[in-house]
């Protein structure tokens, strides 16, 4: 059975850091790109950041430079550093992975809340 459990979600304060972790199980993690994406209420699912299984990153705009993804295949987990929160980085984030060619197979996490306040 694959699971995508994430965690490090909480309340910050504007300018604050979060580091959440999603830890993989049920799947050969080092042939999986991953992804974060994130969700506010009312509006849609967008991608925040991804990094594919030989480590080569993407970030939306509104992130660049603020967020860093990283991953350690040894323990099957994927990593979301976010720095310098703004309130308009509140959702719930989601852990996303995706089996890179010629594999096949996606899978989503539960979510974690994140909260900055002004």
């Known amino acids: 059975q694959v699971q995508l459990v994430e965690s490090g979600g909480g309340l910050v304060q504007a300018g604050g850091s979060l580091r959440l972790s999603c830890v993989a199980s049920g799947i050969i993690f080092r042939i999986y790109d991953m992804a974060w994406y994130r969700q506010a209420p009312g509006k849609q699912r967008d991608m925040v950041a991804v990094?594919?299984?030989?480590?080569?990153?993407n970030y939306a705009d509104s992130v660049k430079g603020r967020f860093t993804i990283s991953r350690d295949n040894g323990k099957n987990t994927v990593y979301l550093e976010m720095n310098s929160l703004k309130p308009e980085d509140t959702a719930v984030y989601y852990c996303y992975a995706r089996a890179a060619a010629p594999y096949t197979g996606d899978y989503w996490g539960q979510g974690t809340q994140v909260t900055v306040s002004s």
């Open positions: 990094i594919t299984r030989s480590g080569s990153t």
